[in-house]
């Protein structure tokens, strides 16, 4: 045969404008009779160039997508850019230029690569998140939630980062630190706008049970809302008679409870040490915990701290006085941000207790031989006539009833998850459409007056407020019920809020007079496959559940949950090490693409390992995988050459021997492929099969019919299609002269996977010690005397006696000996 050069650079453009010329991975929203899938990978930030993570987590959707299609969907795979917000903006600062236009270069270099990998998206639906055809829904949504109660604003202690200048909800503080530049978070007092995401905790809780996600996820979504049963307390301070409510699981203890403790975070802290002797003591304190990790606060063993307030609470159950303290180990997160402590009965306060010199009261008898703090249950004690001497269990009950009759509390349910934070004062973001009337006060903006633009202006640097408050000519505006001057509201959209909702938007992207149409989103959504990283467990796939799940109550949408089915993508490593910018170790794909062509950087990263874990890069594998890729193409050169293009062997035409040896590989390939890519995505395990195949076809080459190499090696071209579609394409149309894409997926003929001898493993005592071929029909009494007869078996068994002979009829024969 004679040599041929595998250029894939050539190839790849070749089928890469064909596709482009053709829209061939457009899908229109007409109605038919074929199954639709809708398949997603999580839109990229486009700030700075893509990254190897890029490459991994659109080569996952993009082979699920291809395989969908040609297993007879209409598959819609679309594309965008998550453009606004601190990514975006940050790097804007970084090169020194406007965020649009910082922005817009970034979404060129994605589009670039995108296409140059040669993914296969629906081009049709593209758009970025900043930009107002798409901005103006995301405004629109905002007032239909406004006006339902479901955004709100109110003044709010939040998380500030000094450095970014700007708020940033709970879940985008880790350890304390701002999560985008790691600056230590503070604690400010500002007017917020909230979602009312806690309306929501129980269905995004029941409704975790109706979506096909990892396991690990789904812990952390149902841990971050965190919901516990219990009865909220009403403690009243005792120097103005402000109310501060508590949730407790234990109210049976509230006889017990000797001193207040407030979380750092909480909203009246710096407010009750204003002006106070203690102000500089708590402020200090306030600031210094919130560098410290969860984690750290949590830790059972380790010293407790905390600073006194000053101030004294009345315990609504006896009326006591006690003393109010704030302490690092106290979580806002978890009830409302206080607690009542009760020494006797709870390690960390009887910790805190001794540490301070408070009173511990024992108030649930455990016996003589009970240890403080004690955990267990038992009779009351120390706490009211009424009350001695019940089963603690009891009187819990009892006790509820009596708060609830006596309006000092109620039965509760608490929830870990608080609203969503979604104020932020940077310009780099969605405008919220309120403004502030001084007759009127806070007016929405109306529908057919969106989207409210986003102004251009030349400072953009973050500054403690939003730099849009210094554009004067674009905040003064009229209010839209009376006509008189009016303020817009200068903070804009977090930018999660873009992200809660694009999905929807892809379905009916070109449509200038709503949103969507109901019938088409209907129609597409929820999405059957989603493709992401699971550092977006919590934020992201949680706030996009609350949006779907409001606009749904809305009547806008049927769905209840965005994404039917959740696959995370493992991180790609560099020796050992997560990749990133400060580590100076990230790598690109371009080099690598320019170097072997797309089709082997889109092979190797799914080829690495299992695609859910992490996956170390390394260049001899690359090589390795173009090598193979390369070999393929080059064993379909030349058996074109020597059939020409025709149709592919049917398996009742293949005779004996090789020719027999070489089909059944190729529907063992079938069915290995089909099987790996149908239930568990395992792409590495379905490469490594086609590999075989390669191999296969090129030991048996020239002992087989050419009909029969032929059919081998255009099965491989359409097997790998999913991962290396340049190659795939470009082998297959030399072959048939058909367009693999829009051929069905091939079936394994299962027949010809049964084999008529098959090997055993032969075992003495649970160790290997040979193997022997055997028929599939053959008896256990045959396998035991085949077994028996090979030397090395009789060496470990000679001489022994054999208690027991175990046989798995086509697998095993283990021979129990002592």
């Known amino acids: 045969m004679a040599e041929h050069r595998y250029e894939p650079h050539e190839i790849e453009r070749k089928w890469q404008e064909i596709w482009e010329r053709e829209r061939t991975w457009e899908v229109s929203n007409d109605v038919d009779g074929a199954p639709r899938s809708y398949v997603l990978e999580m839109l990229p930030y486009p700030s700075g160039e893509p990254h190897m993570g890029h490459l991994k987590n659109y080569s996952v959707g993009d082979a699920v997508a291809h ?97 970014d200048a700007t708020v940033l909800a709970n879940e985008q ?364 467990a919590i934020l992201h796939l949680m706030y996009a559940r609350f949006f779907v799940k409001a606009l749904a109550d809305l009547g806008l949408m049927e769905a209840q949950e965005p994404f039917k089915a959740l696959f995370t993508q493992g991180m790609i490593t560099r020796d050992g090490a997560k990749m990133s910018k400060s580590k100076g170790n990230m790598i690109s794909p371009a080099p690598y693409v320019e170097r072997y062509g797309a089709d082997t950087a889109r092979s190797y990263i799914l080829f690495i390992g299992p695609p859910d874990q992490d996956a170390d890069w390394n260049d001899e594998g690359v090589e390795g995988v173009h090598r193979f890729l390369a070999r393929l193409w080059r064993l379909g050169t030349d058996v074109a050459e020597q059939t020409g293009q025709q149709a592919l062997l049917g398996p009742l035409e293949v005779p004996e021997g090789d020719d027999l040896e070489l089909m059944r590989k190729a529907h063992w390939a079938i069915d290995k492929v089909t099987n790996d890519m149908a239930g568990r995505f395992a792409f590495n395990t379905a490469i490594s099969a086609v590999m075989e195949l390669v191999n296969e076809a090129y030991r048996r080459r020239d002992n087989v019919s050419s009909g029969t190499l032929h059919f081998a090696t255009a099965t491989a071209a359409s097997l790998v299609f999913p991962f290396a579609p340049h190659t795939a394409a470009d082998v297959y149309e030399r072959l048939t002269g058909d367009r693999v894409w829009e051929t069905p997926w091939p079936d394994a003929d299962l027949s010809l996977l049964e084999r008529d001898v098959v090997q055993v493993v032969v075992q003495v005592n649970g160790k290997l010690r040979d193997r022997v071929e055997a028929s599939t029909t053959a008896t256990k009494e045959e396998l035991e005397e085949l077994a028996r007869s090979r030397p090395n078996v009789l060496a470990h068994i000679d001489g022994k006696q054999v208690v027991k002979v175990i046989v798995v009829p086509s697998k095993l024969v283990n021979f129990v000996v002592r």
Request: charged residues 25%.
């Open 67 to 163: 395989f969908r299609r040609r297993n007879g969907m209409r598959v819609l795979h679309p594309m965008g850019y998550d453009a606004f917000g601190l990514p975006a903006e940050n790097n804007a600062i970084k090169t020194g230029k406007h965020p649009r236009v910082a922005t817009e270069e970034s979404i060129a270099s994605f589009q670039r690569q995108f296409r140059s990998w040669g993914i296969s998206i629906d081009w049709s639906r593209e758009f970025g998140t900043h930009e107002p055809r798409y901005y103006r829904w995301t405004q629109w949504i905002f007032l239909q939630l406004f006006e339902r109660g479901l955004a709100y604003r109110k003044e709010a202690a939040v998380n500030w980062c000094p450095k």
């Open 173 to 536: 503080v880790i350890d304390g630190h701002c999560e985008r530049c790691g600056t230590a978070v503070e604690l400010r007092q500002l007017e917020q706008w909230f979602f009312r995401i806690t309306d929501y905790a129980d269905r995004l809780l029941d409704d975790l049970e109706t979506i096909d996600w990892p396991q690990n996820v789904v812990t952390m979504q149902r841990n971050w809302i965190g919901r516990s049963e219990g009865a909220e307390v009403t403690f009243s301070e005792a120097e103005t008679g402000r109310d501060y409510s508590v949730f407790t699981t234990r109210p049976d203890t509230l006889f017990g409870a000797t001193f207040f403790v407030m979380a750092p975070e909480h909203p009246d802290v710096l407010r009750l040490a204003a002006g106070t002797e203690h102000e500089a003591a708590v402020r200090e304190y306030v600031n210094t915990v919130l560098t410290e990790s969860r984690e750290e606060r949590a830790d059972t063993d380790r010293k407790k701290t905390g600073v006194p307030l000053g101030r004294s609470v009345i315990n609504p159950v006896n009326g006591e006085k006690i003393p109010m303290y704030v302490a690092d180990y106290v979580l806002m997160e978890y009830g409302t941000g206080a607690i009542m402590a009760v020494p006797g009965h709870d390690e960390r306060d009887f910790d805190f207790a001794t540490e301070f010199g408070l009173e511990i009261r024992q108030v649930v008898d455990g016996g003589p031989d009970a240890e403080l703090p004690y955990s267990g249950d038992g009779p009351l004690i120390n706490s009211a006539p009424e009350f001695d001497g019940i089963h603690n269990r009891d009187a819990l009950e009892r006790i509820v009833d009596w708060l609830d009759r006596e309006g000092k509390g109620h039965r509760s349910i608490n929830y870990r998850l608080r609203d969503w934070l979604l104020s932020r004062q940077r310009y780099w973001g969605c405008p919220i459409p309120i403004v502030y009337c001084a007759e009127h006060g806070m007016v929405p903006v109306p529908e057919d007056q969106l989207p409210v633009e986003l102004p251009d202006i030349q400072d953009y640097a973050p500054q403690g407020k939003s730099p849009l408050a210094a554009a004067e000519d674009w905040v003064n505006t009229t209010c839209p019920v009376c006509g008189g001057p009016a303020r817009r509201e200068t903070d804009t959209m977090d930018t999660f809020v873009d992200s809660s909702w694009y999905f929807l938007r892809y379905t009916d992207a070109n449509n200038d007079e709503a949103a969507w149409d109901k019938k088409v989103l209907d129609s597409w959504t929820p999405v059957n496959q989603y493709v992401g990283g699971v550092e977006h």
